[in-house]
């Protein structure tokens, strides 16, 4: 069974640009949850889809935003980049059907905004 | 959210037990207990959860509080690639929470030989 794979891996991008980080989910799993980790810092909930559709937000601004495909990977994307931005983002998958509980990160997109 | 609190820090030697302890005083009653950990450079790693009933896995072993206001962590025998950050977390069961996942600092556990 494959585990969650993002990319890139890191990514360094100017203030005021715009930037899309993707996630393929583990296989069967049909729920994706996307976290940014600021450095010393433990992850904090950005949002969650399920069926192509989020349903759960966290404390972020609408220049975050997310799709989730068909076979169920994920995107991320962050406009309007701001220096405060810069953080490990993480990607979560997970089964509802299943009745799992238990998230599969992957191990994240460093972005530094300059 | 429902809060938890943890030790900023914990240490133990190889091959010894090892108890991660966890409060989480405001816990409602259809928060599950889950306990995640971070390599460095890695996404957290799903370890164990319980509702109300102790827990065992390949990895640890989860016992909750019989008013399930606190809960441990147990490492049976911790090797150098337990080193890592924990965090217990509450997870909701329903409604816009269902799923996220509130992590809080964590317990950096450091392991000697």
């Known amino acids: 069974e494959t585990g969650v794979t993002q990319s890139p891996t890191h990514l360094i991008k100017t203030r005021g640009q715009q930037v899309t980080l993707r996630c393929s989910s583990q296989?069967?799993?049909?729920?994706v949850s996307w976290y940014q980790q600021a450095l010393g810092q433990g992850p904090q909930f950005i949002f969650q889809y399920y069926r192509e559709e989020e349903n759960g937000r966290g404390n972020f601004p609408p220049r975050f935003s997310g799709l989730q495909f068909p076979n169920y990977s994920s995107e991320l994307n962050v406009n309007a980049l701001e220096l405060d931005d810069s953080a490990l983002y993480l990607c979560a998958s997970s089964s509802i059907k299943t009745g799992s509980n238990g998230y599969t990160f992957g191990s994240g997109t460093r972005l530094t905004v300059v | 959210d429902a809060k938890t609190t943890q030790p900023n820090s914990m240490e133990s030697n190889e091959e010894e037990p090892v108890h991660l302890p966890c409060n989480h005083s405001?816990?409602?009653?259809?928060?599950?207990i889950h306990w995640y950990r971070q390599l460095p450079s890695q996404g957290p790693e799903y370890v164990i959860h319980g509702l109300t009933s102790n827990v065992n896995n390949r990895m640890a072993s989860l016992a909750i509080a019989e008013d399930r206001k606190s809960s441990t962590l147990i490492l049976h025998r911790a090797t150098l690639r337990d080193a890592a950050v924990y965090y217990c977390i509450l997870k909701g069961a329903g409604g816009t929470s269902y799923g996220k996942l509130t992590f809080g600092q964590g317990t950096i556990l450091t392991v000697h030989p």
């Open positions: 405001t816990i409602s009653g259809t928060d599950y």
């Open positions: 296989s069967g799993h049909n729920t």
